[in-house]
């Protein structure tokens, strides 16, 4: 008995990766390459968009007439039941089954996809001949790559994952699954076979990172090997079973000048955050969900010297810095007992140890925010976080609220004093209802007046009007102030061209 098969093999040929029964029928006719079987329809030709109700097209139409329009509007799911890769999925759940009984699942996963796909393409051929399906050559092709996914890959996540156009997916439940492409959900074409399939393949993604999804611990965060981010939450917390949601990162990383060239800030804007980054300045990005702040963080990142220490502290670890001199650190969950939990905080405190010249941290969530502070007036300038909020002043509040939540009994105005004297800049951005991710505010911490935060705005995005397509027209506006961090720009010798940026 060979590795890969039921049954060895005779002779001194080569082992073969599984052994298919013998056919029942006669011989299957040959595939053919320019029409389609019967078991296939044609491939659907794109449709023009039908015109929305209420008469004219979706330009022609006046806000009120939109709003009529969505609630006089059935939200009834698209037929998903006909089309190409419907027809594959069906004869996938037919040959999947009589696969596994000629392959030994370990060795299967010792092989890459590549080799997997030429080893099961001759047993295909006979399971298909077995059932009295005629394929072609197209067909036989998808049909060997969702075999290949489901058994060795994330099913039909795999065809997301491989679209650079796909930004967000979002699954809810083995029969729904959202897609974000250019910042516009979509209902994607897939579908799961049932909530054990689902399941299976959140439990797949989870392992992969050492982490478990199951009845005692229902949530769980974690990440592909390109970086993307993962969350799961099974039932009974999800009601309609499974639910995964991944955040895809690109493979490319985006850097300031890309972000200029998207349209997400104005030239200006660019140059102050390039040497707000060189001249470690302490930056806090903030935003809302989805809004760009780990991309922007990753952008800023580009600026350090490369001769600085620097350690990321993530709960899962998404950032993807190009320093030479860079180690990532990532929080680990309690175990079945409820112990062994490391969290943000207790990595933050020992990064302190760690001789770091920059901290920077995923996500400020809770109390670890004392300590980034901390660090960030004791030697570690240049540090770097993310944050919920919706506006700069926003984001100081809720920094005071963060630190209040811990068990450090300081009075509010000690807090405050201590933000002003440790953040430098505040960065906002936002993905505005048209799709697109601006940056809407860079925002400096000048100190305290009072009990009272003192902050002046450098740069703004001012909203004009939108287009009769949907699109946000503005113009990203300068406030022509100097900027009270010229001092930290003036020891990296950029004071000059940081003032002509800002004024």
Same mark, same amino acid.
């Given at each position: 008995?060979?590795?890969?098969?039921?049954?060895?093999?005779?002779?001194?040929?080569?082992?073969?990766?599984?052994?298919?029964?013998?056919?029942?029928?006669?011989?299957?006719?040959?595939?053919?390459?320019?029409?389609?079987?019967?078991?296939?329809?044609?491939?659907?030709?794109?449709?023009? /968009?039908?015109?929305? /109700?209420?008469?004219?097209?979706?330009?022609?139409?006046?806000?009120?007439?939109?709003?009529?329009?969505?609630?006089?509007?059935?939200?009834?799911?698209?037929?998903?039941?006909?089309?190409?890769?419907?027809?594959?999925?069906?004869?996938?759940?037919?040959?999947?089954?009589?696969?596994?009984?000629?392959?030994?699942?370990?060795?299967?996963?010792?092989?890459?996809?590549?080799?997997?796909?030429?080893?099961?393409?001759?047993?295909?051929?006979?399971?298909?001949?077995?059932?009295?399906?005629?394929?072609?050559?197209?067909?036989?092709?998808?049909?060997?790559?969702?075999?290949?996914?489901?058994?060795?890959?994330?099913?039909?996540?795999?065809?997301?994952?491989?679209?650079?156009?796909?930004?967000?997916?979002?699954?809810?439940?083995?029969?729904?699954?959202?897609?974000?492409?250019?910042?516009?959900?979509?209902?994607?074409?897939?579908?799961?076979?049932?909530?054990?399939?689902?399941?299976?393949?959140?439990?797949?993604?989870?392992?992969?990172?050492?982490?478990?999804?199951?009845?005692?611990?229902?949530?769980?965060?974690?990440?592909?090997?390109?970086?993307?981010?993962?969350?799961?939450?099974? /039932?009974?917390?999800?009601?309609?079973?499974?639910?995964?949601?991944?955040?895809?990162?690109?493979?490319? /990383?985006?850097?300031?000048?890309?972000?200029?060239?998207?349209?997400?800030?104005?030239?200006?804007?660019?140059?102050?955050?390039?040497?707000?980054?060189?001249?470690?300045?302490?930056?806090?990005?903030?935003?809302?969900?989805?809004?760009?702040?780990?991309?922007?963080?990753?952008?800023?990142?580009?600026?350090?010297?490369?001769?600085?220490?620097?350690?990321?502290?993530?709960?899962?670890?998404?950032?993807?810095?190009?320093?030479?001199?860079?180690?990532?650190?990532?929080?680990?969950?309690?175990?079945?007992?409820?112990?062994?939990?490391?969290?943000?905080?207790?990595?933050?405190?020992?990064?302190?140890?760690?001789?770091?010249?920059?901290?920077?941290?995923?996500?400020?969530?809770?109390?670890?925010?004392?300590?980034?502070?901390?660090?960030?007036?004791?030697?570690?300038?240049?540090?770097?976080?993310?944050?919920?909020?919706?506006?700069?002043?926003?984001?100081?509040?809720?920094?005071?609220?963060?630190?209040?939540?811990?068990?450090?009994?300081?009075?509010?105005?000690a807090i405050s004093r201590q933000i002003a004297d440790s953040v430098d800049l505040i960065v906002q951005v936002k993905r505005l209802r048209d799709g697109s991710r601006r940056t809407t505010n860079i925002t400096e911490v000048i100190g305290m007046e009072g009990d009272v935060i003192v902050t002046q705005e450098l740069f703004k995005f001012e909203y004009h009007d939108e287009t009769p397509d949907g699109k946000i027209i503005g113009d990203y506006r300068s406030m022509g102030l100097r900027p009270y961090t010229m001092e930290k720009a003036?020891?990296?010798?950029?004071?000059?061209?940081?003032?002509?940026?800002?004024?």
């Open positions: 008995m060979n590795a890969f098969g039921k049954r060895g093999n005779v002779g001194g040929a080569r082992p073969s990766f599984g052994v298919a029964r013998p056919m029942k029928g006669g011989p299957a006719p040959a595939p053919s390459d320019d029409t389609e079987s019967e078991q296939f329809p044609p491939v659907d030709k794109a449709e023009a /968009p039908a015109p929305a /109700p209420g008469g004219g097209g979706a330009a022609s139409l006046s806000a009120m007439d939109k709003l009529n329009s969505r609630m006089n509007d059935d939200h009834k799911p698209e037929d998903r039941s006909e089309g190409f890769e419907a027809s594959v999925n069906k004869i996938k759940d037919q040959v999947l089954p009589r696969l596994l009984e000629r392959v030994d699942p370990e060795a299967a996963a010792t092989l890459g996809k590549d080799e997997l796909a030429e080893e099961f393409r001759p047993i295909i051929s006979e399971v298909l001949g077995e059932l009295k399906i005629t394929l072609n050559r197209r067909e036989q092709f998808a049909l060997e790559k969702v075999l290949v996914d489901e058994l060795l890959g994330l099913g039909p996540l795999e065809e997301l994952l491989a679209d650079p156009a796909v930004s967000d997916i979002m699954v809810n439940g083995p029969e729904q699954t959202f897609v974000e492409r250019k910042g516009k959900l979509e209902l994607a074409k897939i579908q799961f076979r049932d909530e054990e399939h689902l399941f299976q393949i959140a439990q797949r993604i989870v392992n992969q990172v050492g982490r478990r999804v199951d009845q005692t611990t229902p949530l769980a965060d974690a990440r592909l090997k390109d970086g993307s981010r993962v969350n799961v939450i099974i /039932p009974p917390l999800s009601l309609k079973g499974t639910a995964i949601s991944i955040r895809k990162f690109s493979d490319k /990383p985006i850097t300031i000048d890309m972000m200029r060239g998207f349209g997400s800030m104005s030239e200006k804007m660019a140059t102050c955050l390039k040497i707000a980054g060189a001249s470690r300045m302490n930056i806090v990005i903030s935003g809302g969900t989805g809004s760009g702040k780990t991309t922007m963080l990753n952008a800023l990142s580009k600026m350090i010297d490369p001769g600085e220490r620097v350690i990321t502290i993530e709960d899962a670890a998404e950032l993807r810095l190009q320093q030479p001199h860079w180690l990532p650190l990532e929080t680990r969950p309690a175990n079945l007992e409820g112990q062994g939990a490391i969290t943000i905080r207790d990595l933050v405190i020992n990064a302190l140890r760690m001789r770091p010249d920059r901290i920077i941290l995923g996500e400020i969530r809770g109390q670890e925010c004392f300590d980034l502070l901390a660090a960030m007036n004791t030697g570690h300038d240049g540090s770097m976080a993310t944050l919920h909020s919706n506006s700069p002043r926003e984001c100081l509040a809720r920094m005071e609220n963060m630190v209040m939540m811990g068990d450090i009994k300081i009075p509010k105005d003036k020891q990296f010798g950029f004071d000059q061209p940081y003032l002509e940026a800002c004024l």
